[in-house]
């Protein structure tokens, strides 16, 4: 019997890219070995700003299906779909969300105005040219629409608001920031899978902050995130509370994560970012489609959580595949 052949697509990294950029890389090695002890075969095949002679060329290669790591195009987060629209064009099946769920969740503008319409909570949500709407004395923090990975979050991300405050802002406008209520509560990444029944929630995973002074802000910035010898990556800790977790509250979450599932019409696999309120409300912050599956993940530490293989993983998203 014929192997299939898979085509791992990834955004090949620039000259002197930071880690964020270059962690596709180990996302890359892992799929390939899991491929292979899946008795597939694979390639590689790195996509620059040069994407719409590169796709057209892998037409040609007719591969069976193409394993969709593409993040960023040139470091833009806001491109990616443009991926999932050229495969569509070429009738190439490939794995994780559609195009439609890429742009909308890539999108934090987009998909707060979704998750609002549809009754998903969310932090109180603003623009840039909405300063004067922000209450004097209230924390709040400022993020890039379309970037991922806790690109552009830095401590200073997260402001108490003073009139004139904006003044600190100036040149971010309402297409690229969105400014958010600051949720201080605790965090959770929730992963959600494919499965033969449906979608399904692996155990939590809280974000715990260690030895954060007060004043300093609990948030998984670029830091925390990707820079290995700061104070932040050291003291920002992934755990899963499992039976610490009030029962009421992980039905809350489970739902909430599903909800975002399915109101956005997701696929294979994703990643749902929430904080607690003082009211033990779950808001949501981020709907993460395609999100990093490196051996060092979020997604693949939960999976690991929940006793699933990494093949296993890998083989419920392929057979999740977009035609």
């Known amino acids: 019997m014929k192997k299939k052949v898979c085509c791992i697509l990834y955004n090949q990294p620039g000259n002197n890219a930071l880690p964020d950029e270059t962690d596709v890389l180990n996302q890359v090695e892992?799929?390939?070995?899991?491929?292979?002890?899946?008795?597939?075969?694979?390639?590689?095949?790195?996509?620059?700003?040069?994407?719409?002679?590169?796709?057209?060329?892998?037409?040609?290669?007719?591969?069976?299906f193409v394993f969709n790591l593409v993040e960023s195009i040139n470091n833009k987060g806001e491109l990616c779909?443009?991926?999932?629209?050229?495969?569509?064009?070429?009738?190439?099946?490939?794995?994780?969300?559609?195009l439609e769920a890429l742009f909308v969740t890539t999108s934090k503008a987009l998909s707060n105005q979704i998750m609002v319409r549809e009754g998903i909570k969310i932090p109180a949500t603003y623009y840039p040219s909405q300063f004067s709407k922000l209450e004097p004395g209230k924390s709040y923090i400022i993020k890039p629409v379309w970037e991922d990975g806790s690109l552009g979050i830095t401590k200073d991300s997260v402001f108490t608001y003073t009139p004139g405050y904006e003044r600190n802002f100036e040149g971010k406008n309402d297409s690229h920031w969105i400014i958010q209520e600051y949720i201080d509560g605790r965090e959770f990444n929730i992963s959600i899978l494919s499965?033969?029944?449906?979608?399904?929630?692996?155990?939590?995973?809280?974000?715990?902050f260690h030895n954060f002074d007060h004043?300093?802000?609990?948030?998984?910035?670029?830091?925390a995130k990707w820079i290995e010898e700061s104070f932040e990556y050291k003291n920002t800790v992934r755990e899963f509370p499992h039976s610490r977790l009030d029962p009421m509250l992980r039905e809350k979450i489970d739902e909430t994560a599903l909800k975002c599932w399915n109101v956005f019409g997701l696929r294979g696999y994703a990643r749902v970012d929430l904080r607690v309120d003082q009211a033990g409300n779950p808001l949501v912050i981020e709907v993460n489609a395609n999100p990093c599956i490196s051996p060092d993940s979020g997604l693949v530490a939960a999976t690991i959580e929940a006793g699933i293989p990494m093949t296993e993983v890998i083989s419920r998203i392929i057979s999740d595949l977009n035609y």
């Open 195 to 208: 499965g033969m029944n449906g979608p399904e929630v692996m155990p939590p995973a809280e974000m715990i």
């Open 81 to 98: 779909y443009f991926i999932p629209a050229l495969l569509n064009m070429y009738s190439i099946p490939y794995t994780g969300n559609s």
């Open 215 to 223: 004043g300093m802000p609990k948030i998984v910035d670029f830091r």
């Open 30 to 64: 892992y799929v390939a070995e899991n491929l292979g002890k899946l008795g597939m075969k694979s390639y590689r095949k790195g996509i620059t700003d040069d994407f719409m002679r590169e796709i057209p060329l892998l037409a040609g290669e007719r591969p069976d």
